[in-house]
């Protein structure tokens, strides 16, 4: 691995790819790409910035004697609620068992029983155990450092340290390269292919489990090359986010729920009685679950009180530290959660290779929309996804044709995020509970800044003008004033179609005034 890339042209027509993104997708890909030379940017130094290192769950694969990938993938469409395309999903959870193996080839140190064999945990959702994990709660960083090391051993991996401004196009439109820019430097760096592995948006809220980066900056490059995004609205709130004032804020995983953790108000009454699946049902029904007992004026808690309270620095040692920095002994009180943004399943629409809807643009993980998730992701899905496209990324790229020399552009003015007051705006307007008004607003007030060039703003519009456009309630997005289903359907947009429903709302309330 080559940790310094000096700014330069790479020639036209070259080999070379770039990666943009050093979480799991970004590293997977990077890997699975070898031997074949790859530029990997990372906007942080490697290893931090990353939701990855934040992952407590674990990767969600048919590794049990009672358990197949026919039963995961049924487990993943009944949580898509409608919209998981089910090729995918068989396809996906046929490949998890291998990319299990192949971490471990790699020398990830997953937990084990006493008899060797994987430690398998329970989610909600699922129908069997199947969460692999490693260091209890630690998975996200464990796995992490095992594609670190990888990384590090890999010559034909160079690292670059910069922040991507912009996506170079041909003449043609396919994408050739990026401008990026270090140390107030700008260049453009030519590709045969670049792909976007950038994570997701959760910082776009002022709640969030994401670390600040998350900003959907991978989503904007996207759509202002002219990718077509897909199921923009569906943002996933994880429901047992710690509460105790920490911004991101600190996860309760939900395998404490799979423990027999349970969710109880201010007067200790069980908040999921009476729902379906209870305390492990999906994690859309709990958000709401949670976010309206809130609303009625008490608090919610997660009560471990009892034996896996007096286990959880044992099992659970991230949460257990998190409650010990913050008072809190998760043996004798029970924690305070409430939802809060945490995984996005919409994205850049691309194919069973990865390939978006522009030539040379690939997208994995976070960023991407596969048609894995659907409306509502399933636990622990996520590392899995990026792991399983990151070879067939790699294989699609080898079909491609080179594009041609990049065409000059004007560079693009980019305004610096005020990001606070777009957070506040996401959270109320456009989070756990949704109604037109309310995403009308934030349509308004975040498109004049999405327009002189803030790729947040634009982002967050992204997902309330799809929010707004999506007259029913499903997975993850729920309308107030619709809380039907509608036939289901993905939604699909560009950054024209923004453009012109903005200007006819701002045509109409000119009009009205």
């Not at 994690?283 to 919610?300: K, L, N, S, Y």
């Not at 659970?316 to 004798?332: H, K, M, N």
């Not at 039907?484 to 453009?499: C, G, K, M, N, Y």
Request: charged residues 20%; hydrophobic residues 45%.
């Amino acid at each position: 691995m080559n940790a310094h890339s000096p700014f330069s042209f790479a020639i036209p027509g070259s080999d070379r790819v770039i990666v943009v993104g050093a979480g799991v997708a970004g590293l997977a890909t990077a890997l699975r790409l070898s031997p074949r030379p790859v530029t990997l940017v990372t906007a942080s130094p490697l290893g931090s910035g990353t939701a990855t290192g934040w992952a407590q769950g674990g990767i969600a694969a048919a590794m049990a004697e009672d358990d197949d990938a026919a039963l995961h993938a049924a487990d993943t469409e009944a949580a898509g609620a409608g919209l998981t395309d089910p090729a995918v999903a068989a396809r996906v959870a046929q490949a998890g068992p291998g990319l299990i193996e192949w971490l471990v080839g790699l020398g990830a140190p997953f937990d084990r029983d006493g008899s060797g064999a994987l430690a398998l945990g329970l989610e909600a959702a699922h129908s069997r155990r199947r969460i692999v994990r490693a260091g209890g709660d630690s998975t996200g960083r464990m796995v992490l450092d095992t594609l670190l090391k990888a990384v590090a051993l890999t010559p034909s991996i160079e690292i670059l340290v910069a922040t991507v401004r912009g996506l170079v196009q041909d003449e043609y439109g396919a994408v050739a390269g990026i401008v990026c820019e270090r140390d107030g430097t700008t260049a453009r760096i030519a590709a045969r292919a670049v792909v976007l592995a950038t994570g997701g948006i959760g910082a776009l809220y002022a709640s969030t489990t994401n670390p600040r980066g998350a900003t959907g900056g991978g989503l904007a490059l996207a759509a202002r090359a002219g990718a077509t995004l897909r199921d923009m609205e569906f943002v996933q709130f994880h429901p047992t986010a710690i509460s105790v004032g920490i911004d991101p804020m600190p996860l309760a995983t939900e395998a404490l729920r799979g423990e027999g953790a349970r969710l109880i108000d201010a007067d200790g009454q069980p908040v999921m009685a009476g729902i379906a699946g209870g305390d492990l049902a999906p994690r859309d029904v709990v958000a709401r679950a949670i976010f309206q007992a809130r609303c009625r004026g008490t608090e919610v808690f997660l009560d471990c009180r009892g034996a896996l309270g007096a286990r959880m620095a044992g099992r659970f040692p991230t949460v257990a530290g998190l409650c010990a920095s913050s008072g809190i002994d998760p043996q004798r009180q029970p924690i305070p959660v409430r939802p809060a943004a945490h995984y996005h399943m919409g994205g850049v629409k691309v194919d069973g290779s990865g390939a978006s809807t522009v030539s040379g643009l690939f997208a994995c993980g976070e960023v991407a929309s596969t048609g894995l998730h659907g409306a509502n992701r399933l636990a622990s899905n996520s590392l899995l996804e990026a792991m399983a496209f990151a070879p067939w990324i790699a294989e699609g790229i080898t079909s491609i044709p080179a594009p041609g020399r990049g065409v000059p552009a004007e560079p693009r003015r980019h305004e610096e995020d005020d990001i606070a007051p777009i957070r506040e705006m996401m959270e109320a307007r456009v989070g756990v509970v949704r109604e037109a008004d309310g995403l009308t607003e934030a349509m308004h007030r975040l498109a004049p800044a999405a327009r002189r060039g803030s790729d947040a703003a634009l982002t967050g519009l992204v997902v309330a003008s799809s929010a707004l456009s999506r007259t029913e309630s499903r997975g993850a997005h729920w309308r107030s004033d619709h809380p039907d289903q509608a036939p289901a359907r993905h939604s699909e947009v560009t950054l024209a179609d923004i453009w012109r429903m903005t200007d006819a709302m701002t045509t109409d309330a000119a009009a009205d005034a």
